[in-house]
């Protein structure tokens, strides 16, 4: 029984279902967009083990940044979620630390074993990056005012990101060579890149107002704390009307083409969902309610992240 607390405690530790979210992005990205465009050339085995790799990659780099957040932010846990707290409750704190270098070390070796070191050094440095970027975002750049979110929001797009620059050399001559699908894909990863960093972004600052009273206490200097709690949710609310404008001009052009079924799907299950968001924004009080709103705005990432089946199904046509 013990065994099997620890064991739960580790995956609670490293957010189970943000990895498989990450995944299943990754997955939907490399199956329905990539392969959608270039199906049956992409699918070959060295694709599918590069693939394969810079997912778990991607997988274990987030979950050694999420072990190493809960680490540093024990006394800000047992103020804001006290019912959740791991470190040093279950899994003692020299052991968190240790999976913590496990994990992004591993991650680091499956980066290196994916992709040939001269012509992707990139990904390398990028993915390396993002280990010691996790690191001093857990310390010290989450309690700033916006540094953090949109650290987070930039390595949330970076999901994406990272399998779009897999496919390609970085070079001068590859980008003034690309042809017609490579064009597309990179409009295709760019739209996706943006929609993860500002749903991202808009969630983070939600999640600040959500734990204000813990992150007040130790001094943190997150947007609610120095702005306040309105300017916070003017914040928010203007980066919902750019979504929604973005989103809603993207379905008026892709109308013309049939896509009828994306645009109906994208306008029930991420319009009007960020809609309900923005209108319950500024009525929000307690940290019930911010709670209630992250939630849906997480549920309108994987929503919006499911829309890339849309490509898969009218690319096959």
Not at 8 to 19: D, G, H, I, K, S
Not at 69 to 86: A, E, M, R, S, T
Request: glycine share 4%; aromatic share 16%.
């Amino acid at each position: 029984m013990q065994i099997l607390k620890i064991l739960a405690a580790f995956f609670r530790l490293v957010r189970w279902p943000n990895l498989v979210f990450i995944a299943l992005t990754q997955v939907l990205f490399e199956y329905c967009v990539y392969r959608g465009i270039y199906a049956p050339v992409a699918d070959t085995q060295g694709e599918t083990r590069q693939f394969v790799f810079l997912l778990l990659a991607s997988v274990l780099i987030a979950s050694a940044g999420y072990i190493i957040n809960d680490y540093f932010d024990l006394n800000i846990d047992q103020v804001n979620k006290p019912d959740k707290v791991v470190v040093n409750v279950i899994i003692s704190r020299r052991w968190v630390i240790f999976w913590h270098m496990f994990l992004s070390l591993l991650g680091l070796f499956f980066t290196v074993s994916a992709l040939p070191i001269a012509n992707y050094w990139h990904l390398v440095l990028a993915n390396f990056a993002s280990i010691i970027l996790l690191w001093f975002y857990s310390t010290n750049l989450k309690k700033q005012l916006l540094i953090g979110n949109v650290l987070i929001s930039v390595l949330t797009a970076w999901v994406i990101l990272v399998i779009f620059f897999a496919k390609y050399p970085l070079s001068i001559r590859s980008l003034l060579l690309a042809d017609h699908n490579e064009i597309r894909f990179f409009r295709f990863a760019v739209l996706y890149a943006s929609f993860a960093f500002i749903i991202s972004l808009i969630r983070e600052v939600v999640k600040d107002m959500e734990d204000v009273e813990g992150d007040r206490k130790y001094g943190c200097r997150t947007m609610p704390i120095l702005w306040g709690m309105n300017a916070s949710k003017v914040f928010v609310a203007v980066w919902i009307i750019v979504l929604v404008a973005v989103l809603s001009v993207l379905q008026v052009y892709v109308i013309p083409f049939g896509w009828w079924h994306s645009a109906l799907y994208c306008l029930l299950l991420i319009i009007l969902p960020l809609l309900w968001v923005l209108r319950k924004l500024f009525k929000a009080k307690t940290p019930d309610d911010f709670h209630q709103l992250s939630t849906v705005v997480k549920l309108v990432m994987f929503t919006g992240i499911l829309s890339m089946i849309f490509f898969r199904i009218y690319f096959s046509q």
